[in-house]
C-alpha cells in the first residue's frame, strides 16, 4: 500500500526542477528571446527552462502528448 505521502509524490508534474524551493517561477528577458527560442512545459528538460527534446521520450513512455512552447519573431 502507498502512503499518502507516496502518492502525493506520484501526482507530481515536477520530478526534478528547483525541487528545495516551494514554487519555480522563471524569468525571461525578451532580449534573450531573439528571433526564436523553445520553453519546456513538461518539466523533464535538463536545460529547464528551455526545452531539450526530452517530451518526446515522456510522451513515449507515458502516452502524454506534451511539447514545448515556441516564442518566435514573425
Ligand atoms: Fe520539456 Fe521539450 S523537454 S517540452
Known sequence: LKTSSEEKKN?????KIDLQNSKVVT?????????KSVYCRCWKSST???????????????GDNVGPLIIQKK
Not at 501526482?11 to 520530478?15: G, L, P, R, S
Open 27 to 35: 524569468t525571461c528577458d525578451i532580449e534573450d528571446v531573439g528571433t
Open 48 to 62: 529547464f527552462p528551455k526545452c531539450d527534446g526530452s517530451h518526446n521520450k515522456h510522451n513515449e513512455e507515458t
Open 11 to 15: 501526482d507530481k508534474i515536477n520530478t
